[in-house]
């Protein structure tokens, strides 16, 4: 009988770092040359480890363990009764061998696979049995089945070289995999047929992996892949990759080529992008299709090119980047537990609120050279802003340090400040070394003053500033006066001063004017608008749908003239008019709008 409460005494003596407790006793007889004997094992266990975080887990609590050895005068061996309780595993088996043949048995029970993967929970279980022939070889036969949809076979030869002729089958859960994936996450049932024919290394094992319908999510990207279906081809260390998938905004992605399954991976992919929906709600939506390769090893340094072909492009300049109050100060998580720690970390986030999935991180770099094209159809809107640009840029440098070249020039556009168009002259949109386009777009006019008066919209496209600036130099507020109502400040009247107000501020991008947003919201309208005439004549316009499809409004004006509109939407392209006016005139339209 032996005892050892602590067994990391022995960690030098056994090269590992032992930890925890154990107890044993052996009884029996047996022949002082071991020739013959009927021994019984049987002892305990106490919060064991070896040093090995997988197998720790299943020693883990207190634990049991008996076997029975016996050799007979003849010779031969039997274990019987073999019977490990662990409270994480069960396992129960017996084996007899003579005159090189013998046999096996073992039942195991994993009693929850969710030790090693969050995405499950159940029990696991496995059974097998293996026969030694007199030539030494075994033949092995086992299934086991777990939560998920988890079913394997294995069956076939394992020579006394220890070559193997094996044959796996089944299925398992991809989230098998979400350990060494995270923060991204997999969804789905992975079916498998393989082979191993040789030694036991990954050259010799063949067949075909099959996906049908599996999920990828990319948190950090804020993307994600529904209906992944297609091949994993194994053979000679090489996976033969073919898979498609939906994106969920939008399009899809063919993945296509070779993996080398040892480090440092190299590869031959080529991913086609068809209509992709790229989308940040508060400032873009596009599409885009091409293909882009990764060539080399995808453990660092594998060169990815491309071309990317750009659909129709908005960017959407904020009204305004922060509210009333200002930008909110960061969260700090005081006391936090280990449940939150964890969902902050696979969200990039820290306790402190700052993020920590910095730009040019700690990863591998891979070497750029992506070409992203958009002859046409790139639109700038917001604050008064309508423009059109196109053109193409290069990105280069690496994953770690995207360089930019390139840019997309103005094609058309205008610029609108309380009614008042006036068109872009020059302009372009460009990245400066991250990803929110930095635009520069100008216009130059003639007021009626006869001053020439340049008005520029610059800045990241979060937060683009507006300048005016005139020749011969005035002050912007004396600028603004003569570019919308063709005089000089000091002779615009009360209401115009307001409507200049609104419109510094829609361009500021705090809206267009507090006042009249109240009034709109306090009498339930759709629309609601002060409005003065060149000679400073006020009217007042108000405007309600009184269905979904029929819109009126009402113009006062302060002469004590009146207008009424009613419009009929008829079907999206064709629209029904009237009009009547204190003056006794009347209109009836039938309007047809196609946008393309």
Partial sequence: AATVADLSRYGAVTGQPLRGGVTAQVSGTGQPDASAFDLTLQGTTQSAGIG??????????????????????????????????????????????????????????????????????????????????????????????????????????????????????????????????????????????????????????????????????????????????????????????ALTGAVTSGGTIAVNGPVTLSAPFPADLTAALSGVVLRDPDLYDTTVSGTITANGALAGGAQIRGILDLGQTNIQVPSSPVGVLGDLPPVQHIGASAAVRDTLARAGQGTNGQSTTASGGGGPAYPLDITVRAPSRIFIRGRGLDAELGGALQLTGTSQNVVPIGQFDLIRGRLTILQQRFTLTEGFAALQGGFIPFIRLQATTTARTGTVITIRIEGPATEPTVTFTSAPDLPQDEILAQLIFGRDLSSITPLQAVQLASAVGTLAGRGGGGLIDNLRDGFGLDDFEITADENGTAAVRAGKYLSENVYTDLTIGADGTSEINLNIDISPSVTATGSTTSDGDSSLGIFFQRDY
């Fill in 52 to 241: 090995n975080a997988t197998l720790d887990k299943l020693l883990t609590g207190a634990g049991r363990f008996a076997v029975r050895a016996i050799r007979p005068i003849g010779g031969g061996l039997t274990l019987d009764g073999v019977n490990v309780t662990m409270p994480n595993l069960t396992l129960t088996g017996n084996l007899s061998g003579q005159d090189g043949a013998g046999q096996a048995q073992f039942d195991a029970r994993l009693a929850d696979i969710g030790l090693f993967t969050p995405d499950f929970s159940g029990p696991a279980t496995a059974t097998g049995t293996a026969r030694r022939t007199a030539g030494g070889d075994w033949v092995l036969d086992t299934v086991a089945n777990g939560p998920g949809g988890t079913t394997a076979t294995a069956s076939g030869t394992v020579s006394t070289d220890g070559r193997l002729a094996v044959n796996i089958n089944g299925s398992a859960p991809l989230g098998l995999l979400n350990g060494a994936l995270e923060p991204r996450r997999l969804e789905g049932v992975a079916s498998f047929d393989l082979a191993v024919n040789g030694p036991a290394t990954l050259n010799s094992v063949q067949g075909t992996v099959r996906l049908d319908n599996a999920r990828l999510s990319a948190p950090t990207l804020r993307q994600a892949l529904d209906g992944i279906s297609g091949t994993i081809g194994l053979t000679n260390g090489q996976a033969e990759v």
